[in-house]
């Protein structure tokens, strides 16, 4: 569990969760709407050398990042998703099994789907954000 109270300390609680976890690549993040979700995943991106700008695929349901050694990073956000049929029509699987870093929000849509290994992240709080894993 870790604790957070400021945007400032992002960057070393997205360390300390990549370095809990090294070899995982597949990271479902679950929490309320305006829970951090997406800020945590921008700050897990800068952690791997991203530059695009990061910001959640909730129209398009996934965006894909490079980081300078060309290594692709994916964003997903199953948030609009209303049936298990639109994950397979992504090709979600191809993502997932890639060996590349992929960042889930809304995880709960497609949870028989995760692949074993997933870190699962829970985001809570107000003021405080309690990250469990």
Known sequence: MLLTSTLESLP?????????????RVF???GKMGAG??????EF??????TDEVQSPTFSII?????PGKESVYHFDFYRINKIEEVFDIGYEEYVYSGSFCFI?????????LP???VRLEITGE??????F
């Open 127 to 132: 003021k405080e954000r309690v990250i469990r």
């Open 28 to 30: 479902a993040l679950y």
């Open 12 to 24: 070393e609680v997205a360390n300390q969760i990549l370095e809990a976890f090294p070899d995982s």
């Open 116 to 118: 074993e290994g997933t």
């Open 63 to 67: 965006n894909e990042y490079r980081n």
């Open 45 to 50: 991106c800068h952690r791997l050398g991203v």
């Open 105 to 113: 929000e809304w995880p709960e849509l497609a949870e028989d789907l």
């Open 37 to 42: 979700k997406t800020t945590l995943i921008k």
